[in-house]
Every structure is written in structure tokens, then in C-alpha cells.
């Protein structure tokens, strides 16, 4: 019986594995940079826009360590613009991996929100539609929160939670950026990179 | 003398004349003084275009420097294993999550009150990235805070390899892994991190029916698509279900937890998910042993576990509830009437925020029938969870259990559990 059993299983590791390395680098998943490129190009309408840095002053990076919970990575955040449309790039840990998401943002309210790697071995349904649509035409309020509320999904907690973090600390920053730009120019920066 | 008089007269012209020639000079300068002037302004303004252009050039480059170093800074200052650069230390990540309880019982037989804390669950999690496909997950535990050498082996703690598999990503919705993993059954065996349930204790269905936190070794296959199906499969070493003793047939005694398992019998495990639906989640697995015992012939053989669950999440509010039964073949086990085993519950939940920060109440109610008479009951509990912040939270939770058999097993109780509980 049990060899009829582990037999089974041999096949199966082996048949698994055959598949596994029978697939091609293309149907592998795309690097985090070129899904990132995408996102912007079909965003912005295949048009180019501008990449800017917003450098975090002691009030910005005070703000967003609150809504992230975690002290922000950088010293400053890249994203594109183009009027009053913004698009945020950013790495946020939902289990114990980056999930990488771009969040796109006109006149102040999100219009997309993307997962554009995942990285986690669960909580892979907020990279679906039928979870993300929830975010369409949400800004945030001035206690820091959503201005409206996002079903979660059982099972998939820490990916919901690292999501809704970054939704708001890109409202956050498009605010921010508004702010800003009423007093001061932004300095455009001279690379293509658009991961923060 | 007559050069000397020429002389002196010519002197004397020339200062009568000098003055008003001078007054000229000042302030109409001649068309040719003009020029020179305006080429040595036309020069002065060219060394200022080029010192302008040599200051911007400068900046740029500063400016450029500048980029680079941050961009440098934060890719050492990070853990940014997406770049195909990075070093293996960078590819590495660790996580973890811990709960500390205490739990206060009033038992209708007075023996059997207890008041104690206990740091249950201490976790870490070490992943590592080989590659964009190829991933390391594992879990390393200890329970109640300690464990030592005992004389006859006993001792109130574990130290437990829950997880420890590679995986390898098919494309984006396609993996298969082998190694030990948590088996893909009910909510909490594979996500229970304490701030993601409510209740300080977890629900007694998945403890006692689903013997969770269940991990065995073997292959796993899955696949999830964007319309919100899913499925898992997986070929794996079983339970070794005692069929003698105060614990025969208890599910949760067979784990062998991949200690030298027996694995004579493997067993077999699917489930399929549809989150297809803003806010809904459903299930079902079917898990198969061959035998569940590891013996044949003991009066014990094939079994078969299905779970049903599902969740929906509304606003504040949300549902959640759980049907688990076990169907087991042999002579020995139907004459003891264990041979089904159910569980159940439902826990409905109201989330609201108190100073901008998330809490929540909940109540649930579970039945059980399982192997021991200790295992049949029923149970009400009502509690608070408060969430600091997405990783952090504080529970409370008071909860009645009733027996089948009647209080007069003095195992009846009342209790009222404290806990915290954190992940990173």
C-alpha cells in the first residue's frame, strides 16, 4: 500500500518539477521594473510624464511613518506627474515580503491602485480586480484615514492591511506635493527610476 | 629766442583751450571711446555667461551625484532583494508574530480552576529569495515560552519546525512546493497571526477537529485566477491516530509534526476558493488518509475530512463560519462511536474606531463532537479586540463552555482570557 503511495509521489515531484523547469522565461513573471514601466505608460496614456522627487521634509516623514507605521525608506519619493494627476510607486511588506503597488491619483482622489509584484506565499487576492475596484475615487480624510471603508478578505489580512497603508501615504503625498508646489518648484530628477 | 617766444605762446593757447576740451570729453565720449567700452562690457558679459554656464554644469553634476548617492544609500539601507544586484543577505527577510495570554477559569468542579499567563506562541519566520521563482518559507516556534530536558520527556513547551519548504513560481498564478508546509484547511491553519482573529484563544474546531496548526511534509501544487477561483494540492505524510488510550481516535494526537514521521500511509489534501465577490470568501477541502492510523488491521483504517467555510465582510461588519467533520473507516472506531467527528461555528463581528485606532467585537459559538468526552461541547464567547495599529492588538474575552455530558464532569467553565499579540 504504501509503496504504491510513495511511488505516487515520486511521479508526482518529478512531474511537478519537469513542468516547473519546462517553462519559459516568458511565462515567467515579469521583473517589479518592468511591470512599474507598464503601469505608468498605460496610466498616463502612453504619454511621458514628468519624474519628479519629492524630498521628505521632518512634518512629511513624520506623516508618513504614522501611516505606515514604519519609518519611511527613503529620503526622498520619485513619482510621475502630469497636471493634477500623480502615480506612486511603493515596496510595503503585507506578511514578510515587499509587495510592490502603484497607486495612480488624480485631483486627489485614487483612480487606480495595482499590484505590480507579489511576493508573499498568501494573500494573493488583493492583486484582483474584484478587491482593488473598492479603491476607485477614495481620498483621504484630515485624521489620516480612507474616506471610505475597504472590505477586507479572511485569510489574506496582512495583504489587505499593507495595501490600504499604501493607498493612503500616496494620498498622503499627493497632498503633500500640493502643498509644495504652491511655494516651491520641484526638482525633476535626471534618471528613469521609477521604483522609490 | 625766437623759438622760446613761440613756445611760451603756444603753452599759453594750450591752457586756455585745455579746460573747455576736458568738460567735452566728460560728458560726450567719443563714438570710438564708446566702442571700446562696449566690447569691454560685451567681454565682462561673456566671462559671466561662461561662469554661468560652469555654475550650472556644476550643479547638474551635483545634482546628478547627489541622486546617485541616495539612490545608493537606500539600496544598502533596504532590504532590496528585487534587484537582481542584490547579495544574498539582502534576498533574506524575517518575520515574526508572538501572543502572550492569560486566562482566568472557573470550573464547575473546583479542582480544575486555574489562573495562569503563558507566552504561548513565539515565531519567526526566515524566506529567502534564490531567485524571482525560486523561494524559501519557514517557520520556527517555540510554545509556552520554554522547553528543557525532562527526565521522562515531558515538559510544557516545544520547539516546532511548522514550515520549512521551497517554492517555485509556475508565472504569476501558478506554484508548486515541496518541503513541510501547513495544510491548505479551514481560516486559521495557514494565516493565524494573532492580529488577524478575534479571541485571545483561537477557535476550538481548528484545534480539536482540524488538529491546527496542522504542517506535514510532501508536494503542493496551486494555481489562483483573477475571477477569485483558486485551488491547492497537495501529496503528504498523514496522521498517526493512537486507537488506545484516554486519547484514542483523537485527531490531535496522531500529528506526528514530521518528527521521524511515519509515513507508511501518505495522505492527500485539496481545496478550492472562490473570492470572486467584493468582501466573500468560500471554501471547501477534502482531505483524504489512507490510513490514519499507520497500521493495518488495528481497527482503525482510511479517513476522510471535509471542511466547509466561508466568510463575508460587509463595511464594519462581517461573518464568519466554519463546518468540519472527519468520516473514519474500521471496525474498532464505529464500535466507539468516533468514527464522526463534527465541529462548527459562527462568529459574527463589528469593527469601529476608538481615537482613530481600529477595535472590534465579536461572539461565536462552536459545537464540537469529537473523540473524547471532553471534546463534546458547546461554547459561547463574546470578546474585544484593539488594534494600535495594523500589527499590534490587545484582545479580551469571556467564554462559557458547556458539556454534553453534564456540568457533573466538573469540566464545564466560565472563563475570561487577556492577551496581546504582535507581527512583523
Known amino acids: ?196 | 629766442m625766437k623759438f622760446l617766444c613761440t613756445a611760451a605762446v603756444c603753452c599759453l593757447f594750450n591752457l586756455a583751450t585745455l579746460p573747455a576740451s576736458a568738460s567735452q570729453d566728460l560728458s560726450t565720449p567719443s563714438i570710438s571711446e564708446i566702442w571700446k567700452l562696449v566690447q569691454a562690457q560685451q567681454l565682462e558679459i561673456e566671462k559671466l555667461q561662461n561662469a554661468l554656464a560652469e555654475a550650472n554644469k556644476t550643479a547638474e553634476i551635483a545634482e546628478e551625484r547627489l541622486d546617485s548617492t541616495v539612490d545608493y544609500v537606500e539600496l544598502i539601507s533596504r532590504n532590496d532583494f528585487t534587484e537582481p544586484s542584490s547579495s544574498a543577505s539582502n534576498r533574506t527577510s524575517v518575520g515574526g508574530y508572538g501572543e502572550l495570554h492569560y486566562n482566568n477559569i472557573d470550573t464547575s468542579g473546583l479542582d480544575k480552576n486555574s489562573s495562569q499567563a503563558d507566552f504561548h506562541r513565539f515565531v519567526l519566520f526566515f524566506e529567502h529569495a534564490f531567485s524571482d521563482n525560486w523561494q524559501f518559507y519557514s517557520e520556527f516556534e517555540l510554545e509556552h515560552a520554554l522547553s528543557k530536558d525532562t527526565a521522562d520527556g515531558t515538559n510544557s513547551g516545544e520547539v516546532e519546525l511548522e514550515q520549512a519548504f521551497l517554492q517555485r513560481a509556475l508565472n504569476d498564478n501558478h506554484y508548486v512546493r515541496s518541503g513541510v508546509f501547513l495544510l491548505p484547511i479551514g481560516t486559521l491553519n495557514e494565516t493565524h497571526e494573532p492580529p488577524a482573529f478575534y479571541g485571545v484563544e483561537r477557535n476550538d474546531v481548528e484545534n480539536i477537529i482540524i488538529p491546527g496548526t496542522w504542517w506535514e511534509a510532501g508536494l503542493g501544487i496551486g494555481g489562483h485566477y483573477s475571477n477569485g477561483l483558486s485551488w491547492d494540492f497537495a501529496a503528504h505524510t498523514g496522521l498517526e491516530t493512537p486507537v488506545s488510550g484516554s486519547d484514542a481516535f483523537r485527531v490531535r494526537s496522531g500529528r506526528q509534526k514530521v518528527s521521524q514521521a511515519n509515513a507508511d500511509n501518505l495522505a492527500y489534501t485539496l481545496r478550492g476558493s472562490y473570492t470572486g465577490i467584493q468582501g466573500l470568501a468560500l471554501s471547501a477541502s477534502l482531505h483524504h488518509q489512507s490510513d490514519i492510523s499507520q497500521f493495518s488491521g488495528d481497527g482503525l483504517g482510511s479517513a476522510n475530512l471535509l471542511t466547509l467555510n466561508g466568510s463575508y465582510i460587509w463595511d464594519a461588519f462581517s461573518l464568519k463560519a466554519l463546518w468540519s467533520q472527519w468520516n473514519m473507516q474500521g471496525a474498532l472506531v464505529k464500535a466507539s462511536g468516533a468514527d464522526k467527528q463534527t465541529g462548527w461555528y459562527v462568529e459574527p463581528a463589528w469593527t469601529f474606531r476608538v481615537d482613530q485606532k481600529l477595535a472590534g467585537i465579536y461572539a461565536r459559538y462552536e459545537d464540537l463532537d469529537a473523540a473524547r468526552e471532553r471534546d463534546k461541547f458547546d461554547q459561547w464567547e463574546i470578546g474585544l479586540n484593539y488594534w494600535p495599529s495594523d500589527n499590534i492588538v490587545f484582545k479580551m474575552d469571556f467564554r462559557k463552555r458547556s458539556h454534553d455530558g453534564g456540568p457533573e464532569m466538573g469540566r464545564d467553565f466560565k472563563a475570561v482570557d487577556l492577551g496581546l499579540g504582535y507581527n512583523f
Not at chain 1, 475597504?150 to 503633500?176: P, Q, Y
Open chain 1, 1 to 196: 500500500m504504501y509503496r504504491r503511495d510513495l511511488v505516487l509521489i515520486y511521479l508526482s515531484t518529478f512531474t511537478c518539477l519537469f513542468l516547473a523547469s519546462g517553462f519559459t522565461a516568458s511565462a515567467n513573471a515579469d521583473s517589479y521594473k518592468e511591470e512599474s514601466a507598464r503601469f505608468v505608460a498605460e496610466m498616463f496614456d502612453h504619454a511621458t510624464p514628468q519624474l519628479n522627487a519629492l524630498w521628505l521634509s521632518p512634518p512629511m516623514r513624520s506623516g508618513l511613518s504614522d501611516i505606515l507605521g514604519h519609518a519611511p525608506r527613503s529620503l526622498r519619493i520619485k513619482y510621475h506627474h502630469a497636471a493634477d494627476r500623480t502615480l506612486w510607486i511603493f515596496d510595503e511588506i503585507g506578511k514578510v515580503k515587499p509587495i510592490t503597488i502603484g497607486v495612480f491619483i488624480e485631483a486627489g482622489k485614487i483612480s487606480t491602485i495595482r499590484v505590480l509584484k507579489f511576493r508573499e506565499s498568501r494573500g494573493w487576492e488583493i492583486k484582483y480586480s474584484f478587491f482593488t475596484d473598492q479603491f476607485q475615487r477614495i481620498g483621504l480624510t484630515q485624521q489620516m484615514q480612507l474616506t471610505a471603508p475597504i472590505d477586507g478578505i479572511t485569510g489574506a489580512t496582512l495583504s489587505v492591511a499593507a495595501m490600504k497603508r499604501v493607498a493612503k501615504a500616496a494620498l498622503f503625498l499627493d497632498h503633500s506635493r500640493n502643498k509644495i508646489a504652491t511655494t516651491t518648484p520641484t526638482v525633476p530628477v535626471s534618471n528613469q527610476m521609477s521604483q522609490n
